[in-house]
């Protein structure tokens, strides 16, 4: 009897033996081999192949410290777990090398303590954030940083976690903003790599906007691409400059041919061509440079309207006329695919301007039908996921039927606004009277365009001017891109009295107005239009991700609220008991 005991109990012990060395052995290969498998129908914990090339590029760890954590609401623990989520992604896809941590910078502290600290995490430009209250709950004064910053080589790159929607509730914030967290980290680890190869060119010469009326878009660019401005106007002797060197080289050839075969080679090292409201005519010679540029692969994005309407004017004179600005593109964009039309759009859903109310008398923000608001179009990666685009005084679009070429609408207007034909009166007796809606039905006007496929030069039967220049003539190209937006000011950032730049898209007025920031998605919508057109690293793509929470009814929690938590309290006890009364039942049936 004792021998068979001893062997049984060598059989146990065995038996744990096995079982143990089963499980070292199965750690160990975990590993050293991990793998996983992302079974969510969006592929939300799966990296898109732009930032697993991205992250390839590293050499040096980089570190990633976010701030969201601590005692967070519900809503905000959900944005915590997808970052946590997605920065595992990014840890495993780099080997290692991306490197984060969580870390609640107020917990603990005072409030002087607080107030210097976010003081420093606002100038950073990290968000700050208090959690909304329900009607059961008492004001509070926790504050929530759903942002971090990104370290590498050492240079610190704010990241901003929470991306606000005017009029949207938090649970559609938390949704859009978990579905751009791959994008956003990945575009500041592209900040950290940036080595500006890429080389981006602001046309002049033509009456474009200048230096300072596009500084904080240029300033934004500029921590992608390397960037210069280029003149193009043949009769400015700011253009003879460049190429004078050339001329003296080339006594045999006519001046004009060798600034117009310079600027053709010349613009050959600029990857992306920005075109921002000319409002001098070009010439056919500076057409054929622009055509050419496009025939050779270059891309352009063409901000222009084709009306004269100021707001200094119409502040200064109470009412104007609109003119057409003459720039002379409208046959070489039409061979493009597009039309610009002479007239101004017209949208109830419009921003306002700070103006004396002549009915009431009384100064104030009114609504500005010609300050259309344009709602970003979410089936392409250039406008998803966008708040609303400030417009000013805006042309629409038209686009031709050209079968070799691709368009896609990147911004329109909302469906109560209508179009105003040139000349149209500029008046701020409009202010008088509140806009009718049913006026306003129109529909959905086109401001911004997005056209790819094949193109063919206009300049295809035109000997003329082709036979001027000694340089071989591209009459068409395969494949490529550009980019039409109908107004010329949408880029345009407001400056101060004393040469202070305002963030594009930020209305100084609004903003003194209303006791608080006002700020549109004017930036976010362009830097998208040249990363489209001209990043290699091709993150823009992963804007087009789709996350989809499932989201609990509301109603329903509140109304079985009670039967679920006395469900949870109760049925686990329930359990135990039935457990232990069938486990006594079968002791005793057994050993009796």
């Known amino acids: 009897m004792v ?4 062997n049984k109990n060598k059989k146990i012990m065995g038996k744990v033996i096995l079982g143990a060395l089963v499980i070292c052995l199965f750690n160990f290969i975990a590993n050293e081999f991990y793998f996983r498998i992302d079974l969510t129908k969006e592929k939300r914990f799966t990296l898109s192949t732009s930032s697993r090339e991205l992250l390839k590029k590293l050499d040096d760890d980089l570190y990633i410290t976010v701030f969201l954590d601590g005692d967070l609401p519900v809503e905000y623990k959900q944005l915590q777990s997808a970052t ?23 917990a603990g502290k005072n409030i002087k303590e607080k107030e210097s600290i976010l003081k420093e995490v606002f100038k950073k430009g990290l968000q700050i954030e208090q959690p909304e209250l329900r009607p059961d709950e008492s004001p509070t004064e926790k504050y929530i940083l759903p942002s971090g910053i990104v370290f590498y080589k050492g240079k610190e790159y704010p990241i901003n976690l929470l991306k606000r929607q005017f009029g949207k509730s938090l649970e559609v914030e938390i949704n859009s903003s978990i579905e751009l967290l791959e994008y956003e980290i990945g575009t500041a680890i592209r900040k950290g790599l940036s080595g500006k190869s890429i080389k981006l060119a602001f046309s002049s010469g033509h009456g474009e906007l200048s230096s300072i009326e596009t500084a904080d878009i240029a300033n934004s660019l500029s921590e992608f691409y390397s960037l210069d401005r280029i003149n193009l106007n043949l009769r400015d002797s700011n253009c003879y400059k460049i190429f004078a060197s050339d001329v003296v080289n080339n006594p045999q050839k006519p001046v004009f041919s060798v600034l117009v075969e310079g600027l053709i080679n010349k613009l050959k090292s600029y990857k992306g061509l920005i075109v921002a409201k000319p409002v001098i005519e070009f010439t056919e010679p500076e057409k054929y440079i622009l055509d050419q540029y496009v025939m050779n692969g270059g891309k352009v994005i063409f901000l222009i309207e084709n009306l004269l309407a100021e707001m200094d004017s119409v502040a200064k004179y109470g009412q104007v006329m609109t003119v057409n600005h003459g720039h002379n593109l409208d046959d070489i964009l039409f061979q493009y695919g597009i039309k610009i039309k002479p007239n101004l759009v017209q949208d109830i859903q419009c921003h306002g301007i700070p103006a004396i109310n002549q009915q009431t008398n009384r100064p104030g923000f009114w609504p500005w039908i010609f300050y259309p608001l344009f709602s970003a179009v979410d089936d392409n990666p250039v406008s998803r996921n966008l708040e609303n685009v400030w417009g000013r005084y805006c042309s629409t679009l038209d686009t031709t039927a050209r079968k070799t070429l691709k368009k896609t609408v990147l911004l329109r207007s909302s469906s109560k606004s209508r179009v105003a034909a040139n000349p149209v009166l500029l008046s701020l007796d409009i202010l008088k009277n509140k806009q009718n809606p049913s006026n306003f039905r129109n529909g959905n006007q086109i401001s911004a365009v997005l056209i790819e496929g094949e193109f063919i030069s206009p300049f295809r039967y035109r000997d003329g001017v082709k036979r001027s220049f000694d340089l071989p003539f591209s009459e068409s190209i395969a494949q490529n891109s550009m980019i039409v937006i109908g107004d010329g000011d949408l880029i345009r950032n407001q400056v101060s009295s004393d040469g ?4 594009l898209g930020y209305d100084k007025f609004a903003s003194k107005q209303f006791s608080g920031p006002v700020e549109f998605a004017n930036k976010k919508f362009f830097l998208n239009c040249v990363d489209y057109l001209c990043d290699d690293n091709n993150l823009i793509e992963v804007r087009s991700k789709e996350v989809i929470l499932r989201l609990l009814d509301k109603g329903k929690i509140k109304k079985d609220k009670l039967f679920w938590q006395s469900l949870n309290m109760i049925l686990p006890i329930f359990m135990i008991m039935i457990f232990g009364l069938l486990n006594t039942f079968y002791r005793r049936k057994r050993w009796a």
């Open 500 to 503: 202070k730049v305002y963030p």
């Open 84 to 106: 946590r989520d997605i920065l595992n992604e990014y840890r495993l896809a780099s080997d290692g090398r991306v490197k984060f941590d969580f870390e609640d910078i107020l």
């Open 3 to 6: 021998v068979k005991i001893i």
